[in-house]
């Protein structure tokens, strides 16, 4: 992919996320999660390498040596300072649920697991969430399976916590003392209203809302250079379609 | 030579009862024991309760639970997550959830891990932070909030410890005498530790033995853990031996599996093929 192509959504996620890990010194991307990881990959090189990033999925991608439990144990200890979420829903208050719809456990639709998030929530600084997908279904008022609240009660043990949630139409911020989110920006090509009109759950307002900055010429350079040779390594198919990278020479049996 | 090593995966195979708990791990490398998993389809060794070290969430150690599950092996599974990573949900289990045939213990991540650790250390519980508040502390029995005894107003988790009966997993090497070479796979190390019984299928069967050689030892299994080896070259396939799933393969899986019909036609072609042309 060539640097005078057309600046892409995923590139415009990319960078505003690396935007809210300014300064971090060690990041971990963990299941499915391929924009992020552009993100995080992006935020590493603009730091000359002083973020570090750890991806979860591909050995190559981590310098564990310690199994699965490192990362964990990592974040237990505060040496990892940004970490992403998702969810099927996410509420008002920054709830995620992860495992499915309906009642537990007689689920409507049941998705994949809450993987680390019941536990790196509470514990990682500068949680960003992400969901691709905008829509009162997604974005709802209350969920219904908590695998990790958004907020703890007093006297929890919680250093940890959202920051942001960004989604194909806009750039939140999490207030933690108020325990809800606040509009940051709105992508190019999308509306106030459409947010609103897009969100199950009330927020607040900045008293003008920006548009999120589209990545300039030398940040579009290095996301289609190095961080997307990076990132096909561990998500072949996300990087073939956005950056048109083939994946690795598959083994010949099954 | 060691008396662990088996002739061939069915011999491994029967040495899992029906109804067993059974510790697969993550499948980060070409660990998945995808060959074993299929001889246990074919054996029809049923009722299982997987305990997933601590997801199985990447494309072949997502598809081996699911063909398990689809194969009507699995009764309960305790697991943080089960997915085909970017290729998609895995659609087995997502059905056995639906109808109501398969039994989900959801955890979180670290919570299976401490676990199996306090198993490994032979200790009744372990204790983590997080999990407060969430639906995942409300659903498990085995999940309990207490006071920091040494802190008291500050609710800690604590979690009953995991010795599943067997752990099951391919590794690289075994040398001649029944050490088995993980490498950094040391989840595998701790599922050793936990475990009541572990069955091992390898790449290769080396003659030396790791102990000599400093670099191997740091990354190896002593033998005194390992129940049973079997040398069954690409047994993580679709997983190479390289780290890289074979994605058309796991892709061709996930869209037979999409129904029933096409599932067990899959299950035909892929599983039961040759053990039906063996009895005929």
Redesign the interface.
């Known amino acids: 992919m060539t640097a005078d192509a057309p600046c892409r959504d995923e590139e415009i996620y990319a960078n505003a996320i690396a935007g809210l890990l300014v300064g971090a010194k060690h990041v971990a991307v963990g299941?499915?999660s391929?924009i992020p990881g552009t993100g995080a990959l992006l935020a590493r090189e603009k730091s000359g390498g002083k973020t570090r990033v750890s991806i979860?999925?591909?050995?190559?991608m981590?310098p564990?040596?310690?199994?699965?439990?490192e990362?964990?144990d990592l974040a237990?200890q505060g040496r990892l300072d940004g970490f992403f979420l998702s969810g099927g829903q996410i509420d008002r208050q920054a709830n995620i649920n992860?495992?499915?719809i309906g009642d537990?456990?007689?689920?409507?639709?049941?998705?994949?697991?809450?993987?680390?998030?019941?536990?790196?929530?509470?514990?990682v600084p500068r949680v960003i969430l992400f969901r691709w997908e905008h829509t009162r279904r997604t974005l709802v008022e209350k969920v219904d399976?908590?695998?990790?609240?958004g907020t703890?009660?007093p006297?929890?043990?919680r250093p940890g916590g959202p920051i942001a949630l960004i989604t194909n139409l806009c750039l939140f911020e999490f207030l933690k003392d108020r325990g809800r989110f606040r509009l940051k920006s709105v992508h190019p090509g999308h509306t106030l209203e459409e947010v609103r009109d897009n969100t199950g759950f009330d927020f607040d307002l900045p008293e003008s809302v920006p548009e999120t900055p589209v990545p300039d010429a030398a940040t579009l350079e290095t996301i289609r250079g190095p961080v997307a040779t990076r990132i096909a390594e561990v998500?072949?198919?996300?990087a073939r379609d956005v950056f048109g990278i083939e994946?690795?020479?598959?083994?010949?049996?099954? | 030579m060691t008396d662990l090593f088996q002739s061939d995966l069915s011999a491994l195979a029967r040495q899992i009862p029906p109804g067993a708990s059974v510790a697969i791990n993550?499948g980060?490398?070409p660990d998945v024991p995808m060959a074993l998993a299929k001889e246990i389809v074919r054996q029809g060794i049923r009722g299982l309760k997987l305990i997933t070290?601590?997801?199985s969430?990447?494309p072949v150690s997502g598809m081996m639970v699911d063909m398990l599950i689809g194969a009507g092996c699995v009764k309960s599974i305790e697991?943080?997550?089960?997915?085909m990573?970017?290729?998609g949900?895995?659609p087995r289990?997502?059905k056995a959830?639906?109808d109501?045939a398969l039994?989900?213990l959801?955890?979180?991540?670290?919570?299976v891990?401490?676990a199996l650790?306090a198993g490994a250390k032979g200790q009744p519980f372990a204790s983590?932070?997080?999990?407060?508040?969430?639906?995942?502390e409300k659903?498990r029995d085995d999940f309990k909030l207490i006071d920091n005894p040494f802190e008291p107003?500050?609710?800690?988790v604590v979690l009953k410890a995991i010795n599943p009966d067997v752990a099951i997993f391919h590794a690289r090497y075994a040398d001649r005498d029944g050490n088995v070479w993980i490498g950094?796979?040391?989840?595998q190390?701790?599922m050793a530790h936990a475990s009541k019984k572990v069955l091992v299928t390898v790449e290769e069967v080396v003659d030396r033995n790791f102990y000599d050689d400093e670099a191997m030892v740091t990354g190896m299994i002593p033998s005194f853990y390992i129940d049973a080896i079997c040398e069954a070259p690409?047994g993580a396939?679709?997983?190479?031996?390289?780290?890289?799933?074979?994605?058309?393969?796991v892709l061709?899986y996930m869209a037979a599996a999409r129904t029933d019909e096409g599932f067990q036609a899959w299950l035909d072609e892929?599983v039961l093929a040759g053990a039906k042309a063996a009895a005929e």
């Not at chain 1, 979860?56 to 190559?60: D, E, I």
């Not at chain 2, 983590?128 to 995942?136: A, E, H, P, T, Y």
């Not at chain 2, 107003?153 to 800690?156: F, H, L």
């Not at chain 2, 950094?184 to 989840?187: G, K, L, P």
Request: aromatic share 10%; hydrophobic share 40%.
């Open positions: 299941m499915v391929p979860l999925g591909k050995q190559k981590l564990w040596t310690d199994g699965s439990q990362l964990f237990g992860l495992v499915g537990y456990p007689d689920h409507k639709v049941r998705w994949s697991g809450s993987f680390g998030s019941g536990y790196l929530y509470f514990v399976f908590i695998s990790a609240p703890s009660e006297g929890v043990y998500y072949p198919v996300f994946p690795a020479k598959a083994p010949d049996a099954a | 993550k980060e490398g070290i601590p997801a969430a990447l697991t943080s997550g089960v997915s990573s970017e290729l949900a895995a289990f997502t959830v639906k109501g039994q989900v959801d955890a979180t991540c670290p919570a891990l401490a650790h983590l932070r997080g999990i407060v508040g969430s639906d995942l659903h107003g500050d609710p800690v950094r796979h040391r989840d190390l701790f690409g396939l679709p997983m190479g031996l390289d780290g890289n799933a074979n994605i058309k393969a061709a892929n």
